[in-house]
């Protein structure tokens, strides 16, 4: 998505609490939005960011602001549950005012295209089933 993103994260009893393996992934991914930025002279962009940080994460020597430090986990205790969600994930950027793509398995960064033909895309996708 443009703007946010949707997936589905497996955990065990020896994972990292849900918010630090939040926090890990948004600090990096961060790094690496910042080093694309920069790579891409996008100043003005980086500009944005830099003025989003809070003057108390600013004191701390935080740079930019990348991502909102909240996020929206839902638990899925239930295989009905868990496909709902896969659905929502695999047909949100088709839907609403998004309309990404025509064909919701053909959007690269989605795991829709390997629920469909079985094929890997551009990131390496664990099907739900071989998990439980």
Same mark, same amino acid.
């Given at each position: &998505?443009?703007?946010?993103?949707? =997936?589905?994260?497996? *955990? #065990?009893?020896?994972?990292? *609490?849900?918010?630090?393996?939040? $926090? ?7 790094? %690496?939005?910042?080093? /694309? ?5 996008? =100043? ?11 003057? #108390? ?8 602001? *990348? =991502? ?10 239930? /295989? ?23 064909? !919701?398995?053909? !959007?690269?960064?989605?795991? $829709?295209?390997? !629920?469909? #033909?079985? %094929?890997?895309? &551009? =990131?390496?996708?664990?099907?739900? &089933?071989?998990?439980?």
């Amino acid at each position: &998505m443009p703007n946010h993103l949707h =997936f589905l994260i497996y *955990i #065990t009893d020896k994972s990292p *609490i849900i918010n630090k393996l939040i $926090a890990n992934g948004k600090r990096f991914m961060a790094y %690496e939005i910042v080093a /694309r930025l920069k790579a891409q002279n996008e =100043f003005s962009i980086l500009k944005r960011l830099e003025d989003g940080v809070p003057i #108390t994460e600013r004191a701390k020597g935080k740079k930019h602001q *990348i =991502f909102q430090s909240s996020f929206d986990a839902k638990p899925c205790v239930s /295989r009905d549950f868990l496909l709902q969600k896969l659905h929502y994930l695999h047909h949100n950027p088709v839907s609403g005012k998004w309309n990404l793509v025509e064909d !919701y398995a053909k !959007y690269a960064h989605s795991s $829709a295209g390997f !629920y469909e #033909t079985g %094929e890997q895309g &551009m =990131f390496k996708v664990t099907h739900y &089933m071989d998990l439980i």
